[in-house]
C-alpha cells in the first residue's frame, strides 16, 4: 500500500529557502521500482510539475526551476526531498509528493499516488 505524506512547508520571504520532505511508504524505492516527483498548485491555475525522479536515477526539472531547486532521495530511509532555494512569490503553492509503481519499461506518464500537499507561502 503506497502512502506519501509531505512536511515542511511553511512561509518564507523572498530569496529564502526552505526544505520540504516526503515520507514514502510501501518500500518501492528500495527496490527501484518507481517514479517520484514534486508538483505544486497556484491558486486558480492547474497543477503543475516541479521535478521528477526516475527509477534510473534520472532527473527531470521543469525549465523554470533549475538552478534553484534540487530534489532528492533517500532509498533507505524511503524519503524523497525538495530543497527550494532563491524563493520567488511565484512560488507560492501547495506542493504535492507524487508516486507511480513500476519495475519494468517506461514511464506510462500517469502518477496513480499523491499526497495531501504542503502549502508553501513566499512574501
Known amino acids: 500500500h503506497v502512502q506519501l505524506v509531505e512536511s515542511g512547508g511553511g512561509s518564507v520571504q523572498a530569496g529564502g529557502s526552505l526544505k520540504l520532505s516526503c515520507l514514502v511508504s510501501?518500500?518501492?524505492?528500495?527496490?527501484?521500482?518507481?517514479?517520484v516527483g514534486w508538483w505544486r498548485q497556484s491558486p486558480g491555475k492547474d497543477r503543475e510539475k516541479v521535478v521528477s525522479?526516475?527509477?534510473?536515477?534520472?532527473?527531470s526539472y521543469e525549465d523554470h526551476d533549475k538552478g534553484r531547486f534540487t530534489i532528492s532521495q533517500d532509498t533507505a530511509e524511503n524519503t524523497l526531498g525538495l530543497h527550494m532555494s532563491s524563493l520567488k512569490p511565484v512560488d507560492t503553492a501547495m506542493y504535492y509528493c507524487a508516486a507511480q509503481v513500476y519495475c519494468s519499461g517506461g514511464f506510462s506518464g500517469a502518477y496513480a499516488y499523491w499526497g495531501q500537499g504542503t502549502q508553501v507561502t513566499v512574501s
Open positions: 525522479i526516475d527509477r534510473d536515477g534520472s532527473i
Open positions: 510501501g518500500h518501492f524505492l528500495s527496490k527501484s521500482c518507481g517514479l
